[in-house]
């Protein structure tokens, strides 16, 4: 169910409506510490550190609770070596 899940999510989280993606960052590290699935979503899916990391520039006039939702799910989901 994972799989199927997971992609929406990442489709949210591109959305320009910071509360979809609040949401679903949110989504995304509540299903990822409820399951385990950490540090394999960043396998599964290329595209996600990218995705939720560019969340981050894009948000100085965004609310404080977006950019704090990516520090959180980063955390949740682990370090991964970009190399």
């Known amino acids: 169910w994972l799989r199927q899940l997971v ?5 949210n989280i591109q959305d ?3 509360s979809k993606q609040r ?11 409820g399951t385990g699935y950490v540090v394999s979503p960043y396998l599964d899916y290329p595209q996600l550190l990218h995705q939720a ?10 609310p404080w609770d977006l ?3 990516v520090f959180r ?7 991964l070596d970009p190399d």
């Not at 992609?7 to 489709?11: F, S, T, V």
């Open 7 to 11: 992609p929406h999510i990442l489709e």
């Open 16 to 18: 320009q409506n910071s």
């Open 23 to 33: 949401v679903s960052l949110s989504t995304l590290g509540k299903i990822a510490f």
């Open 53 to 62: 990391a560019e969340i981050l520039p894009t948000t100085k006039r965004a």
């Open 67 to 69: 950019r704090r939702e």
């Open 73 to 79: 799910t980063f955390g949740i989901l682990g370090a």
